[in-house]
């Protein structure tokens, strides 16, 4: 709250300048690198590596069976330069990024009107409360008979997976919004217009952003086994063919590449949302 | 100038009827604040304080009665609810925007009604805010204050629109002892530097008559004004005031009236839960 420096002041700007030091502010970051956590997460992880890759020969039952890292890593060093990898992880995207941002573009208006108006709600919220539970996985049939394309298809999938959550992390957001805000800003002067742009949408914005977090979570758990089922293109329906001509450690080396796609993924949303929610960046 | 925001309850009632259960909140509820007059009204738990303070906002409706200030009508049964920047409330829990700045929470009313350019508006935020002893922190979010700069802020708010009065609703509950006296005494240099009509709940009575020109005890539900005892108190006051004969003397007619209600609203509270 104060400006005042306390106690020895020559002292006080001495600590300051040293702080500036690239050498100290090196130091800190790399101190900060080398926390306990880091250190425990090395040691869990090649503990891990080391039995998998010395398990086989001990004869666990069923193990013998899955390929070792050393194999795993020869597959990934061949599958890395091959074309089909590369445009399966495209394709993969491509359809993530359509179905996930076509969920958004519908979720959203939809669950903030239907917070904003009783009747809308009444009207579709039991169709929702219906559809809701069905797993994504259930409609890829009826999927592949309704679109004209496998493409719509798998894209559907995907968009059904990320579009239930973020409608209802909308709907739960905006109505539970404290009506103090609305008040204050009734009082202040605010149009209807105002109250919508100013207080609602801000006020949702961490729950969308939740929505979004989980629902591409759930996206590419779809498309892997929209892939699988209605593809012939992507990391999943690479991973499945890979399975059918016996190539386990390419299964492993697919495996693992979805898991840093959806890793990635999932951060360019927290990044995102970050920037869209700057008020909440300090906790 | 001439003095505005001469508020005036005339027989205000309200009853609540949630599912079929009669609850009157306030009844036949009378009281005239003068234009620049600091009025505090006090009372137990529940007995329609806050209900009162909504109905001048223009946040909910009377089913009796009428409020007005300066001759125009407020709230009465069926009239179309306005809140408006002529009265601007501070709210118990605090209602800055979280998603805003500390200065666009400050600027936005004037902004909005155009009555301010924004370097104005700007200007003018930071002027009130160091007044009450806050500087460099235009653009920190709320969440990065503490209790006691948020309700600073949030008072701040209330007056760059201003407004005829102000309404305050047990705004400082939450703070600790310490922070609460700070703030109070902020709240009567600003009240002294310009003085406004003040519309003031709590259940504080130390508080009440340290602020108040006039404390009106309200009786337990259904709510109306049991007494009202004028603080004649001169100003300006500080903490000092608060061990002063007078203030003693007030504080104990004050204790007598209160402790009556509250004892009312425990007993009919036992009652409910029976």
Redesign the interface.
Known sequence: ?S?HVTGNDAAYKLRIARQLTVSYRVGRWFRGLWSLNLLLGVISLSTVTFLWEFAAPLGIPGLKNVPAPTTVIAAATDLLVAPQYWTGWGLSFQRIVTGFIVAQMIGIPLGLIMAMHRFSFGTIFPIIEILRPIPPVAWIPISIVFWPAREQSVIFIVFLGAFWIVLLNTIGGASQI?R??K????????TPR?LFW??IL??T?PSIITGMAVGMGISWEMVVAAEMIAGNTGLGYLLWQSFEIGAIAQVIVCMISIGIAGYFSSALIRTLGGFA????R?? | MAETGQLSIRNAGKIYDPDGIHVVALQRVSLEVKANEFCVVVGPSGCGKTTLLNAI???DQLTDGQISMDGALLASPGKKLL???D???V?Q?G?L????TVMWNVT??PL??ERMAPAEAAEKGRELLARVGL??IEDS????L?GG?KRRVEII?ALM?DPKILLFDEPFRALDALTKSVVQEHLLELFDFAPKTVFFITHDLEEAIFLADRVAVMTTRPGTIKKVIAVDIPRPRDYRVLTSGRFLEIKAELGEAIHEEAKKAFEAGERELA
């Open positions: 709250m400006n404290d103090k805000y008040r204050a800003a009734l009082s202040l002067g605010s105002d100013k207080i801000p006020a914005m929610t700057p008020w909440r300090l906790h | 906002a223009g946040f809140p408006g920047p009265r601007m409330v709210f829990q209602a925007f979280p998603w805003k936005c009313g909005k009604q500087h460099d979010y709320p969440e990065g503490s700069q708010r629109n």
